[in-house]
């Protein structure tokens, strides 16, 4: 009942509306008043369009476009060119100082199609300063176009045929209280009118400008000698060209007078509709409020942001409908947030490639998490990046570090995963500091990981490739068994939710030749890295060190020589003892060159790899004779000078990509 007796009130609210501006319309075709355009009949065209509330909207914010507004008859100019009009415009700029290009008054023979931008919809780069045009225009100007001499971007001109003014003046008005002029700032969303006079017998245009609500001031801001007879042809439209360029404003017309042969009639400014408030012109406003209550909002404002804005901005998140699926893996920002005490540098744990991995409890169940949060642009792809790190998700492995799942917020993918005591296995093999692992916990490290590729290549029910394997990616839990992490995030850069993809590719060192080539990642490109993985794990050293000397910088060059001096065993870590190390060593660093063959082909299985680490296979030494170098890729990984560069064509390469897909189809 009470919803129903609003509605009939609006309507005859509505109605008394309609009936105003119904007489507003005086219906004379040369001599007419638009007090607000409800009920108007002007053609527009572009942008333009007529808001409820009587609001003529020239341009909104959408750029290099333009909109043209004319009143629906043409005006006769045959026996004397004299007219007379008044307008009240306003222009709201999408962010203050940062506004399109303005638009005009103009008086043309046809309904005219110009360029955006500094064109004002009026003309365009072929007809600028053709006198075939017989355009007469008061450009009210919001952006300063060298090109046509502008001298800034805040100016009203008169322009013929040509967007180069006749003459132009900074907006200002005459204030004849204080009789001096007062300088206005076109674009600032307040409500300006505009008077503009043509008498053709002192062939003189004046231009007005002043605040609404301030009579017009005696003194024009525009005024000169012009004989618009030539100009103007018999029969011409009148109306308004706006454009906006690669900023952009919202420009309005709330009401105007013209008359041909007379003064134009007033407008009444009470009748005009208003223009929609923007958060700048709003500040204004509150100025003049009372200092006190201007107080008094201020701390009712600060409590509400505390009580509201920010804690919903901190918890703020994205969910989308399709995501309901895969509910039991989504975490609520807030958990996650409460989890690691708001991110804090304290639970830090490290940071990668991909964004920076906190250290967490869940508080419900007390469960310790590493939370990694990568940062992306755009939402595209993310529908299949959950749908697969979900399917992902279910994988289990006792060496892989479990996803238990993922939350997203605006820019932003957090990815949960179990927390692993032991940290990541480069601290325990390159930080001096820190102890070593004797060869026993290395050898059961890389069965280790070796079994968890085998069953991502060939046990789980499709093929997943890895594409980042490295010492940095092998976590260590409670018993410092090795755990293979960060699957699944190469896969990211695919579906092109991070940008700036073109082509990067894993991690250098670890990086299989044909990988920089052809961009493909397969199984025995995971192969390839895990064969680096190998050796750094044997030698104790990153598979590029630029420091060491020259023939010991890329590690499997040095190792492959020292093979064939029959020498292999000088290459393993100076800091493991001689117990029963060497049967395991020589094969660990024999199966490392094998699959760092140059030739995919060449590189065993990760089955084949296990099988040998485990003592069920032995390995064939055949398949290392003729191993040839490969030259260029090996130019191409001194260059950078780093083991942990990245080689990409992207301005700041992150340190891992990928290419291709995770799941490849065939096996
Ligand atoms: N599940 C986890 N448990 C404990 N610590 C972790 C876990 N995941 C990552 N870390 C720590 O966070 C650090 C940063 O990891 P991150 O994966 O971002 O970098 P990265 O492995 O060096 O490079 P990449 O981006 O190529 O994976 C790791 O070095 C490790 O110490
Ligand atoms: C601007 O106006 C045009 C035409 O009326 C419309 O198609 C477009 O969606 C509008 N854009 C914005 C940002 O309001
Ligand atoms: C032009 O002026 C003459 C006389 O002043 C008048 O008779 C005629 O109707 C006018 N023509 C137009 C088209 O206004
Ligand atoms: C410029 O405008 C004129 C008149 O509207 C039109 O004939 C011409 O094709 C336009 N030129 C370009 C390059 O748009
Ligand atoms: C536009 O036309 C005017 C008048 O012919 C000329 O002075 C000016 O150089 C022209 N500007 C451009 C950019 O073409
Ligand atoms: C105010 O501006 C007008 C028009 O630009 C100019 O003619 C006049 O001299 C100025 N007056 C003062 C007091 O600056
Ligand atoms: C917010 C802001 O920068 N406003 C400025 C915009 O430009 C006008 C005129 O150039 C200045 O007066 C404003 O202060
Ligand atoms: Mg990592």
Redesign the pocket.
Known sequence: MALHMKTSETMSTFVIILALNFTALLGQRDNFVYNGFIGSNLQLDGLAEIKLNGLLQLTNLTNQQTGHAYHPFVINFKNSSSFSTTFVFAIVAEMPNRTGHGFAFTISPSHIGGSPAEYLGILNITNNGSSSNHIFAIEVDTSRSLEFGDKDNNHVGIDVNSLNSIES?TA?Y?NEKE???DSLYLSSGDPMQVWIDYDAVKKRVDVALAPMGVTRPR?????TQLDLSLVFVDQMYVGFSASNGNLQSSQYILGWSFNKDGEAQNLDITRLPPVPRTKQSKRRHGQTIGLSVGIVMVVLIALFWELYIVRRKRYDEIREDWEKEYGPQRFSYKDLYKATEGFKDKALLGSGGFGKVYRGTLQKSKVKVAIKRVSHESTQGMKEFIAEIASLGKLRHRNMVPLQGYCRRSGELLLVYDYMSNGSLDQYLFNNERLKLSWTQRYKILQGIGSALAYLHEEWEQVVLHRDVKASNVLLDGEFNGRLGDFGLARLYDHGAIPQTTHVVGTLGYLAPELTRTGKATTKTDVFAFGAFMLEVACGRRPIEPQELPEKIILVDWVHECWRKGTILETSDPSLGDDDVVEHMELVLKLGLLCSHPLPDARPSMRYILHCLDGEAVLSEQALEGFPIDASAATAVIGYGSSSVVASNASSPPQSCSVNSLVSSGR
């Open positions: 003046a200002a005459f009789g001096k002029n003194i024009p801001l525009l005024s």
